[in-house]
């Protein structure tokens, strides 16, 4: 697997295409995604993910695949924990033992 260096925030992605490219304000899109407006704006800030339910959501309104969504959301996840990669110690499995 490919790691993007220093990818979008999912969030930052849904607001370009849900709030910039529709001309839509946060509680016209939540309210047409079926979400509050506060989880909306969690997500498009950064402070929140893709949730697989909003992954779905997302799908519905832009008639794309609910797998898009979530590979978005795991490829940032992905980047951000390895970066960590060097502080996560794990004692791998030996066969020999």
Known sequence: MTIIHNPLHPGKIVKD??????????????????V????????LNGHAGISPE??????????????????????Y????ISKQASKIKVKPFDEAA
């Open 17 to 34: 295409e849900l709030i910039d490219a529709t001309g839509m304000n946060v509680t016209e899109a939540a309210k047409r995604l079926g």
């Open 36 to 43: 509050s407006r506060t989880a909306l704006s969690r997500l």
């Open 54 to 75: 909003m992954a779905l959501r997302l799908s519905k309104f832009f008639n794309t695949s609910i797998e898009m969504w979530i590979n978005i959301q795991s490829q």
């Open 77 to 80: 996840d992905t980047w951000l």
